[in-house]
């Protein structure tokens, strides 16, 4: 068992003062923000129609009767809540640096509470290779232990495989919602393939990119004798200010990418270096980004 992970009082006073934003063609789907379509018993008033036998006649306006005479029937606007999904990327290039697994888990942790918040259910589903078992939550903030404690328990292993990965995540999780894909993004091609998945299946898709400022600048120089984090495979490279140069736009563009992949498949995406306190990035950061307002 691995210990609760845990998030500053403070901040999450601050959390609710926010909302996390979603598109208004979630079909089917609304939060407190968005209205249903649907028509049924609820809390706000949206319409009349007449009366047929078998309706519930307590919801017949009586006031109508005594000036028309005729049975009509008040409709009522439903709200059902949205379904919030992450995809937390726990294979072993998310610990190599373990502040940026770190960074991810408590991300993770600030979305489920305020979706909890907000009443929404929370799906948390933790992949490398593939899938492991996600953890489901519902009913308030009180739950929020629930999540803590199971975060706790998420450890880092193995190889990325975005792409099967999703395959997984959407075979479990058929219906659309907000879907929140926190990685590194170091499976370039499976990357591709589940943005483009998820945009199929109709999902709100958030995409948070997750790295150390390290990865973004090298900083060391010389000859130096680098090891994959998830194959195990080495390589020795010469590193000099040139090819750090180099390495850093390749960075750059390969972090453009991702954030013009996403937004053409209507996407919203942020980038967090994990040098910036966590709270800085979800408090004005995704503001910035549209996610939450």
Known sequence: MGKPLSLDPE????LEELTLLS???LSGVVGA????????PGLEFSDYRRYSSGDDPRSLDWNAYLRLGKLFLKTYRTEERIPIRLL???????????AKFSYALHLAAAFSYLAL?????VA???FATHLTKPLVASGGRDVFWIVADFLGTVKPGGQTDLYYSTKEFLARFPSKGIVLLISDFFDQ?????????????????????????????PTAFGELLLEDAETGETRTVECSPESAAAYERNFAEFSTGLQKLTLRNGGRYARAVTSLPYQEFVLRGLHRSRVLA
Not at 11 to 14: A, H, I, R, S, Y
Not at 117 to 121: A, K
Not at 191 to 217: F, I, K, N, S, Y
Request: glycine residues 4%; negative net charge.
């Open 124 to 126: 948390i589903a933790p």
């Open 88 to 98: 937390l990327d726990s294979s072993e290039s998310m610990h190599c640096a373990p």
């Open 33 to 40: 923000d968005h209205r249903s379509r649907m028509l049924g």
């Open 189 to 217: 091609e499976g990357a591709h393939r589940a943005v483009e998945m998820l945009r199929m299946a109709g999902h709100d898709l958030v995409v948070l990119q997750v790295h150390t400022p390290e990865e973004e600048r």
């Open 11 to 14: 901040f999450l006073k601050t």
């Open 23 to 25: 598109r208004d063609d």
């Open 117 to 121: 918040l907000h009443l929404d259910t």
